[in-house]
């Protein structure tokens, strides 16, 4: 292992995210936690397979903190990008009130992917391990009312595929096959197996 035990317990994750949700999960891994947002052209070519736009998403946010995060002693910089894909398509974040609501209307009834992207750079060698989890969700079938009530709450529009599982979004689900906090925003258990390969023993 690159870390002695030492290091080990020094070592401070980096969260390159202003998500409440990823920092509410990054801090099950009872680590020191620093959070510095990353703000990075969210763009990809057109063509690019869902999991190679989360990871490489997730690769950019991790390495727009790296210098920054360079002056922390035995920093790993996380980073997570997540996106819905539907039929083919890849919701993001809606622009507006409309835009979620038309998200909603085609997601309704029907079952998705979601696609979770997580890198961790260790700022002192810029040494990187980038990897995601998929899964599926199935969402309940909705009434005009209920998608209007639901964007009215303003909840979806910061959320991918305009809704949040784990607040309100929550009723609008039927079930889930996979991992729960793969929807949420930060695959707990993935980044357990990348920090392993930083010398971290967890929990």
């Given at each position: 292992?690159?870390?002695?035990?030492?290091?080990?317990?020094?070592?401070?994750?980096?969260?390159a995210s202003?998500?409440?949700?990823?920092?509410?999960?990054?801090?099950?891994?009872?680590?020191?936690?620093?959070?510095?947002?990353?703000?990075?052209?969210?763009?990809?070519?057109?063509?690019?397979?869902?999991?190679?736009?989360?990871?490489?998403?997730?690769?950019?946010?991790?390495?727009?903190?790296?210098?920054?995060?360079?002056?922390?002693?035995?920093?790993?910089?996380?980073?997570?990008?997540?996106?819905?894909?539907?039929?083919?398509?890849?919701?993001?974040?809606?622009?507006?009130?409309?835009?979620?609501?038309?998200?909603?209307?085609?997601?309704s009834g029907?079952?998705?992917?979601?696609?979770?992207?997580?890198?961790?750079?260790?700022?002192?060698?810029?040494?990187?391990?980038?990897?995601?989890?998929?899964?599926?969700?199935?969402?309940?079938?909705?009434?005009?009312?209920?998608?209007?009530?639901?964007?009215?709450?303003?909840?979806?529009?910061?959320?991918?595929?305009?809704?949040?599982?784990?607040?309100?979004?929550?009723?609008?689900?039927?079930?889930?096959?996979?991992?729960?906090?793969?929807?949420?925003?930060?695959?707990?258990?993935?980044?357990?197996?990348?920090?392993?390969?930083?010398?971290?023993?967890?929990?």
């Amino acid at each position: 292992m690159p870390h002695s035990e030492n290091q080990n317990r020094d070592a401070t994750i980096v969260l390159a995210s202003t998500s409440p949700r990823r920092q509410q999960l990054i801090g099950l891994l009872g680590l020191p936690v620093e959070v510095m947002p990353s703000h990075v052209d969210e763009d990809t070519p057109d063509g690019w397979s869902p999991s190679r736009i989360v990871e490489e998403l997730a690769r950019r946010k991790a390495s727009a903190v790296l210098e920054r995060a360079a002056v922390i002693p035995g920093a790993i910089v996380v980073g997570s990008d997540t996106i819905v894909v539907l039929d083919g398509d890849v919701l993001g974040k809606p622009e507006d009130a409309q835009h979620a609501a038309s998200m909603l209307k085609r997601l309704s009834g029907r079952g998705h992917e979601v696609y979770t992207g997580v890198c961790c750079i260790e700022a002192a060698t810029g040494r990187a391990v980038v990897s995601h989890r998929s899964t599926r969700v199935f969402m309940r079938a909705l009434t005009e009312g209920q998608i209007e009530r639901y964007v009215a709450s303003g909840e979806p529009m910061d959320k991918a595929g305009a809704y949040g599982i784990q607040e309100i979004g929550a009723m609008l689900v039927d079930r889930i096959e996979g991992d729960f906090f793969t929807v949420v925003g930060l695959p707990v258990s993935l980044l357990a197996e990348q920090l392993a390969a930083f010398g971290f023993e967890l929990p």
